[in-house]
């Protein structure tokens, strides 16, 4: 199969809602990272997604909408959900509830929960609009990639595997939504929307959360991870100083990513001047210091608020826990 970069334009919006309706899958950009949709109600479109990405099947997907008035039809609101929609939608924020029958397993991996989004993305929401369905949709990587936040990202990973990639140009947040239950009240990810303003809306979310199945990315499956090894500083500035003297020196080839280019020496890249920036760019780099063959990526951690949670949350997932 031949996979085609299109334009975002009326025409090639109607050929890929053409491909989903003949149960095809076509990658897309939202603000957040692309997704890999298909047709939320047609269970053998929906298990073209998992093989393209090779995704374990029991890693639940998000049902993308155009329009609020839609949830009612997949899922049962709850009081929770009708403030965070009413206020954050659309936006970078998912919401979980108990799914409707309609809902097929196979988007849900068997959960008795959907989790359901509108993306803050103009483009998104006209292609969502004239699919005149929901639209489920995980990241458009290869599973355990860092995700996509460029169409060139995803034809590197699905080359050959899907027809068509809307190209949107570069995702604005650049990382994964927030994901919150709101049956149980709880976080289940860090994403786009900060913890504080979900707080502040809804009251305090519970976050501990011990499951066997996958609740949330990133929980059961290696995820984010470039080739190099990931290590994330936990700074401040002397550590950073010292990290930077140690590793500048090294026979690994390693590359120092810093906020705001605090700090310089011969391996340091500055990632951004704020941390929005630095989110923004996380996985790009983490794709783009692969390409030139780099072995070791340290990242300068960065305050653990804000976007800064979502952002240290895929630095630590992406390293698998290794601090230094
Ligand atoms: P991705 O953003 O690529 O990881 O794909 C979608 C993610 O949404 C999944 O990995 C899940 O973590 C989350 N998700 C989707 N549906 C549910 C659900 N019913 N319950 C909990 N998490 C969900
Ligand atoms: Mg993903």
Do not use: W
């Not at 990973?157 to 949107?168: E, F, H, P, R, S």
């Not at 994901?179 to 305090?204: F, H, S």
């Not at 310089?264 to 760019?281: D, F, I, K, M």
């Amino acid at each position: 199969m031949n996979t085609q970069i299109l334009q975002f334009n009326t025409k090639n919006i109607r050929l890929c809602a053409a491909e989903i309706s003949c149960g095809g899958v076509v990658a897309f950009p939202t603000e957040t990272v692309y997704g890999l949709g298909a047709d939320a109600l047609n269970p053998l479109a929906v298990k073209k997604i998992y093989e393209a990405k090779g995704r374990p099947s029991d890693n639940p997907l998000i049902c993308h909408i155009s329009d609020k008035s839609q949830i009612e039809k997949f899922a049962y609101l709850t009081p929770a959900a009708e403030k965070i929609i009413d206020t954050f939608m659309p936006g970078p924020i998912t919401i979980i509830l108990k799914k409707k029958d309609i809902v097929p397993d196979i988007v849900t991996g068997g959960l008795d929960t959907v989790g359901i989004r509108m993306p803050n993305h103009k483009g998104a929401l006209q292609f969502i609009d004239a699919c005149k369905t929901p639209i489920c949709a995980p990241s458009a990587n290869t599973s355990s990639k860092p995700s996509p936040t460029t169409a060139q990202h995803v034809y590197s990973d699905l080359n050959g595997k899907i027809k068509y990639i809307l190209d949107g140009g570069s995702c604005q947040v650049g990382l994964e939504s927030t994901i919150v239950d709101c049956i149980n009240l709880t976080l289940l990810r860090q994403g786009g929307l900060p913890k504080e303003q979900l707080e502040a809306l809804v009251g305090a979310l519970k976050t501990n959360v011990v499951s066997d199945v996958p609740l949330c990315p990133g929980m059961k499956y290696k995820h984010y991870s470039p080739n190099a090894s990931v290590y994330v500083a936990l700074c401040g500035e002397n550590m950073t100083k010292r990290i930077i003297a140690e590793y500048d020196k090294s026979d690994v080839k390693t590359i120092i990513l810093t906020l705001g280019g605090n700090y310089q020496g011969r391996n340091t890249l500055n990632v951004g001047a704020t941390v929005s920036q630095y989110a923004h760019n996380l996985f790009a780099y983490f794709r783009m210091l692969d390409e030139q063959g780099y072995e070791r990526i340290i990242c300068e951690g960065v305050t653990d608020d804000g976007v800064g949670a979502a952002l240290m949350n895929r630095m630590l997932k992406a390293s698998g826990g290794k601090i230094i």
